[in-house]
């Protein structure tokens, strides 16, 4: 359903696997992605967190991750929310790099992404700081 895009069908099934067991990291994750697709930053970063605070390994969950919480900085940035875009920009930073700590040598999928992103987070604070 989710790769279908029936987004609002797939979360409904995910929060109730997720009700039933909150223990399992793939449920929170696959939370996270729909809510991340959303643009429900706030619920996707909390439903990734819980992934990696049950599998911490999870390469995929630390970069997504990361990703949304980019995103969500966006969004508090454009909103005038500085401090707390500062706040979630050095989150987003610290998911990314433990991606990359977990995948050094990656050249693949999540961990090349994540790699990817901290270039560009690294692009976007160098010129804001230049202006």
Known sequence: LFEAGKLDQARKIFEGLNTYNPMDSYFHSVLGSIYQREERFEDAARHYKSAVELYPEAVTSWTNLGETMLR?????????????????????????SKAIQLAPADDRGSALRARALVAAAASIYEARQAS
């Open 72 to 96: 969500w900085c966006g969004a508090q940035s454009a909103a005038g929310q500085m401090e707390a875009a500062g706040d979630t920009f050095e989150g987003a930073v610290e998911a990314l």
